[in-house]
């Protein structure tokens, strides 16, 4: 047996070096002055990360990025969030459809998604920033219905509801007063979830407005030839942020009411 | 009583609808459509269908996808495997960290990851030194802007999707089937042959059609490492639609039909097969 959890541990310890490897090595570039011809970096230096963060272009896609993911995730939770809750309370035999319609945005790839709304919305005078935004709200559906759901379901939504209503409260009270509390760090969970996912998109972003609305993967893209130590620090930062997200994302639903449960498979 | 329950109920799903049609069900429509018509003509025709199915350069693009989606999800779903396995061995609070890293490594896609290869094993890459400066035969005319290359990254953020997927899978074959296996006298690799593997098999089905669809979809990666040289379905769909002088949007319609289609198929072969999982867990 003793000899079993040995293979296991090496068989783990494997996967996650191989895991990590590549990223160890992106951040380590990023603190090298030169290494190109040698096996180790010539020297450490901070220089790069002074840079990225001292240009004005990173910093306008930064900005870029965080008013689109941002705003997005914000209509987002204010428009799906009542509505998966209405639907799942008050009209549970449409259900069904929405489980179908939730499943749709994974069989559409970004490049099939981005033929769509190039074909609908080029010549339509609709500015392709908001198209993407509204591409993007899709994106997140699944994550967010997931998120809302399991904690409804979690937080018994039905029984609230009735209790709410029992003592007199109407239909939108009992909503923000009694659910939306409740569901608050599941809610959290999910945003951070899509928060991470808008973050780093790139498809969609590259084909339906490029350059002219840089965000910070299409930043990174055009820096990947230019210099491989900027971009490396751009990397390092980005995963930096993922780091923190999941963490916070780990921390909310330890001490919410959500629980982490089995995952199930996505699809 | 049920007319206030309506009217909540239509002020929270109109705009939700109004946002998933507008941005789901009508582009979708838009793109069948287009691809049912001929680039500058009027009326219906199978002409991009045809040229979809006919011109090598686009069957070869597919055959390519197809080809290193279905390497990459095989070497994938084989690591995998024994990871996910090893993962249950764990005690809970270990495998809920196991399980966490690999989760952040499965977010490492895209853009950043053919960065972090290229800056690993791409001309002047930190392995490829090392490989020339030990002189290590074959590895050193490895190429990175390859087909072998592509293989490779790919199979990096396979593996992290693989074992998030089959974990939960293995947790479902109980101690007590082990249990009651070895006092009827069934020796370990009897307990896997006759009861583990047909119990996981139909999962691992199931999470290599969903890997497959995903290595399908995938354009980032490739196109960050060598823009639309290589001939990749998403790749020829993304240069189709978005050229500014080869552009033929209905051409580019056809494929992504064709690569959606696809998509959905292997989906559902996922959802029926993790339909006979969940019956024998029943």
């Known amino acids: 047996m003793k000899e079993n959890m040995r293979t296991h541990k090496i068989i783990v310890t494997i996967t996650f070096l191989y895991l990590f490897i590549p990223l160890l090595a992106t951040f380590l570039y990023s603190l090298s002055t030169t290494w190109n011809k040698t096996i180790l970096p010539e020297g450490l230096t901070l220089k790069w990360f002074v840079d990225l963060y001292n240009d004005p272009r990173f910093i306008d896609a930064l900005w870029r990025t965080i008013q689109l993911t941002g705003g997005t995730m914000i209509v987002s939770i204010l428009i799906m969030v009542p509505a998966i809750f209405a639907i799942t309370v008050y009209a549970p035999k449409y259900e069904k459809w929405l489980q179908t319609i939730v499943l749709f945005p994974y069989a559409m790839p970004g490049v099939v998604a981005a033929v769509g709304l190039l074909s609908i919305y080029s010549k339509s005078g609709i500015p392709m920033v908001i198209v993407l935004a509204g591409s993007y709200f899709v994106l997140i559906l699944p994550f967010m219905y997931q998120g809302v759901r399991n904690s409804l379901r979690t937080v018994n939504a039905k029984t609230l509801v009735e209790a709410a209503e029992l003592l007199g409260a109407s239909r939108s009270t009992a909503f923000w007063k009694v659910i939306v509390p409740n569901i608050t760090p599941g809610i959290m969970v999910s945003s951070l979830l899509s928060f991470s996912v808008l973050f780093g998109e790139f498809v969609l972003a590259n084909i339906l407005v490029g350059g002219s609305f840089e965000t910070i993967q299409i930043y990174l893209y055009r820096r990947l030839r230019e210099s491989g130590h900027l971009s490396s620090a751009i990397v390092v930062s980005y995963f930096l942020l993922l780091l923190v997200l999941s963490w916070i994302m780990v921390r909310f639903s330890r001490r919410g009411t959500l629980k982490l449960k089995k995952k199930e498979p996505i699809v | ?282």
Do not use: C, H
């Open chain 2, 1 to 282: 009583m049920k007319k206030k329950t309506n009217g909540f109920l239509w002020l929270t799903a109109t705009p939700f609808f109004v946002l998933i049609i507008g941005f789901l069900f009508l582009p979708f429509i838009a793109m069948i459509i287009s691809s049912f018509k001929k680039n500058g003509e009027a009326g219906f025709s199978l002409f991009n269908y045809t040229e979809v199915f006919t011109n090598k350069f686009y069957l070869q693009a597919i055959g390519n996808s197809v080809l290193i989606s279905f390497t990459a999800s095989l070497i994938g779903i084989l690591v995998a495997v024994f990871v996910a396995y090893s993962f249950t061995k764990f005690s809970p609070k270990v495998q809920e960290r196991l399980l966490l890293l690999a989760n952040m490594t499965s977010n490492f896609a895209g853009v950043p990851l053919a960065f972090a290869y290229i800056v690993l094993l791409g001309t002047s890459g930190l392995f490829t030194i090392l490989f020339n400066e030990l002189s290590i035969g074959f590895l050193q005319g490895f190429n990175l802007y390859s087909w072998f290359g592509l293989v490779i990254i790919y199979i990096y953020f396979q593996i992290p999707l693989a074992i998030m997927l089959l974990y939960p899978i293995y947790l479902g074959i109980e101690k007590r089937w082990k249990e009651a296996a070895t006092l009827l006298g069934a020796s370990p690799l009897q307990f896997w042959l006759k009861i583990g593997i047909p119990f996981i098999l139909p999962g691992i089905a199931g999470t290599f059609s969903i890997l497959f669809a995903n290595a399908m979809g995938a354009y980032a990666t490739a196109y960050a490492l060598v823009g639309s040289n290589f001939n990749l379905l998403p790749i020829r769909i993304g240069a189709l639609i978005s050229g500014d002088i080869f552009a033929q949007p209905e051409l580019g319609s056809a494929l992504a039909v064709f690569l959606g289609v696809s998509m959905i198929i292997a989906l559902l072969i996922n959802e029926w097969l993790m339909r006979l999982v969940r019956r024998d867990l029943a």
